[in-house]
């Protein structure tokens, strides 16, 4: 395992490629979280805002829009708008989960108080919408409100299904498609709509950003099990916060009564003890269940590069190729 051993990482490429969009983008950005009359606004945005992230989900809005021969102003607004309604979500999710760190990075909830990060990204959403409206497109403000609406339907079922042994891989899907994988899928959907492609092209574009997403998502999690200290991430931190993602959901319907009293314990009644996460890494390892979760990440990864063939043939198609491997070269 490991990241790409490369002079330039893919999503670097893709940065460097869409550069002047990229500065309108973060300036746009930068204008809209001001506030006249609540300073606390910009303050608590730009903590998050300039933290450092990839800005990948922005620059898959640009990339899609270019790819399908735009040439207007507003793929900068919609590159915008997903960063806002990102941010927002993260904001909110700090607080539910009530996340101490973020990038290594104490979270806004910590350095501010719960209230100010709820509210803020409240103020995020309202921003994003008022972007959406500036493009004039009634059905780009169809997807990315879907978006929205499903990104918070994802968060309210994880509530319940995270800690819940009855959670089948089904219900994991349903959650990363609405936490992670709407607002992917979005992003790239609208740079096609605004481009005025043929329905095919955004459709692909859909399909893209849907399957890049889950791919994502589902190395996020496996990371979480099978992570080093290159990739940022705490062995364990799911397993702390009693989070079933996928290769615990594995592991629990291939589990014995034994087993199964043993993951009870340890996340349905949070009855964590010295040598419980080494036993769920012996459990995980004993029933195959990273290998299997990181087939299933490569095979979204194919499908997200399969739907590419609907595009144009350029270099920005074969970046967002390359983008894709790398989001599992770390499980590759």
């Not at 829009?65 to 999710?93: M, N, Q, R, S, W």
């Not at 101490?100 to 719960?114: H, K, V």
Request: glycine share 6%; net charge negative.
């Amino acid at each position: 395992m490991g990241l790409i051993e490369a002079a330039v990482k893919p999503h670097e490429e893709l940065a460097a490629y869409l550069d002047s969009e990229m500065a309108a983008v973060n300036a746009l950005i930068r204008d809209r979280m001001a506030s006249r009359h609540a300073p606390r606004i910009p303050e608590v945005t730009a903590h998050l805002v300039e933290a450092g992230g990839k800005r990948l989900r922005p620059m898959l809005t640009l990339a899609a829009a270019k790819l399908c021969g735009y040439t207007g102003p507003y793929h900068v607004h919609l590159a915008a708008t997903v960063e806002f309604i990102h941010t927002a979500t993260l904001l909110h999710d700090d607080v539910v989960d009530e996340s101490g760190q973020r990038r290594g990075r104490p979270t806004a909830n910590l350095l501010w108080d719960n209230k100010s990060s709820v509210l803020v990204g409240d103020y995020l959403f309202s921003r994003s919408f008022q972007l959406m409206v500036e493009t004039g497109s009634l059905r780009v403000l169809d997807i990315l409100a879907n978006a929205s609406a499903t990104i918070a339907e994802g968060e309210v079922l994880q509530l319940s299904a995270a800690q819940d042994l009855a959670t089948t891989e089904d219900i994991y899907l349903q959650v990363v498609r609405g936490k992670t994988a709407a607002l992917f899928a979005a992003a790239t959907e609208v740079g096609g709509v605004i481009a005025g492609a043929p329905q095919q092209q955004v459709d692909a574009l859909n399909t893209f950003g849907d399957a890049l997403g889950i791919s994502f998502q589902i190395v996020d999690d496996l990371l979480d099990y099978w992570g080093t200290g290159a990739t940022g991430k705490n062995i364990g931190d799911d397993f702390r916060e009693r989070k079933l993602t996928l290769p615990v959901i594995k592991a629990v319907a291939k589990a014995d009564a034994t087993e199964r009293t043993f993951w009870s314990r340890v996340i349905e009644k949070g009855d964590q003890r010295d040598g419980d996460l080494e036993e769920a890494l012996a459990l995980l390892k004993r029933h195959n269940t990273m290998e299997d979760t990181r087939k299933e990440a490569l095979q979204w990864a194919e499908k997200a590069k399969s739907a590419l063939a609907a595009l144009p043939d350029q270099p920005l198609r074969r970046m967002l190729l390359d983008i894709t491997d790398f989001v599992v070269a770390r499980i590759s």
